[in-house]
């Protein structure tokens, strides 16, 4: 799952991100059928230039499974050091270590905290 706040334009500045203030991005997730899922969680750096490459920082991974009933996930922003938190456009949440079998996961509630 991922989402651009700019929806790939670069033009719209006031969709690019100043995180650098934010604690942590939260979520709410819980899953269909338990499982040991592992989460991956990615922040996107926009482009420095128009028609440039945006930057992925480096995967936070939250291990244990995802249970059947709404869980609080909380990443600290502090992990991601390898893109400018000032101009962040983009992040993603990938599942690896999926059992077999297919089962749905939902997340609710995204959203950056200062506190």
Do not use: C, H
Not at 45 to 74: C, H, L, M, N, R
Not at 80 to 100: A, H, L, Q
Request: no cysteine.
């Amino acid at each position: 799952m991922g989402i651009n706040f700019a929806k790939w334009n670069f033009d719209a500045k006031d969709k690019i991100l100043d995180l650098s203030n934010y604690k942590a991005l939260e979520f709410y997730i819980r899953a269909e059928k338990a499982g040991d899922y592992n989460l991956l969680v990615t922040i996107v750096e926009a482009p420095a230039q128009k028609d440039g490459k945006e930057f992925y920082s480096e995967k936070y991974t939250i291990t244990g499974g995802v249970p059947t009933q709404w869980t609080k996930i909380s990443v600290p922003l502090k992990s991601f050091v390898t893109v400018d938190k000032k101009r962040i456009w983009g992040m993603s949440i990938e599942v690896t270590g999926v059992p077999e079998g297919n089962t749905t996961l939902y997340v609710d509630e995204v959203k950056f905290v200062k506190d």
